[in-house]
Nanobody
Framework: VQLQASGGGLVQDGGSLRLSCAAS????????MGWFRQAPGKEREFVAA????????VYADSMKGRFTVSRDNAKNTVYLQMSVLKPEDTAVYYC?????????????????????WGQGTLVTVSS
């Protein structure tokens, strides 16, 4: 299984960025996909996640209204559109996959629910 995140970079305060995560080696449409981030010296935290069929999505409170997660099952790719970026959004962003068969209930928002992880892409927001 490989999750390849891309799209990170340097952006100014208030700017936008779109991250992509291309998956291979797994049955993509049977996996919930999540985004997490880790800032220097901090724990990895949940950002957003989307259901295996794209029907529903959930967000961390601080991202609601600014971030949008989407997926294209035909392309085995999940996206994270980020807008109104702030310096505190600076972090390495990781995509992760949780098998549908291991999820009972709502879209998972915890790290331990996700079995497969990408290598991360760095987002830096300058003030």
């Amino acid at each position: 299984v490989q999750l390849q995140a891309s799209g990170g970079g340097l952006v100014q305060d208030g700017g936008s960025l779109r991250l992509s995560c291309a998956a291979s080696g797994l049955f993509f449409s049977s996996h919930y996909m999540g985004w997490f981030r880790q800032a220097p010296g901090k724990e990895r935290e949940f950002v957003a996640a989307i259901a295996y069929n794209g029907a529903n999505a959930v967000y961390a409170d601080s991202m609601k209204g600014r971030f949008t997660v989407s997926r294209d099952n035909a392309k085995n790719t999940v996206y994270l559109q980020m807008s109104v970026l702030k310096p505190e959004d600076t972090a390495v962003y990781y995509c992760a996959a949780a098998p549908r068969r291991s999820v009972f209930g709502d879209i998972p928002m915890t790290r331990d629910a996700y079995k497969h992880w990408g290598q991360g892409t760095l987002v830096t927001v300058s003030s």
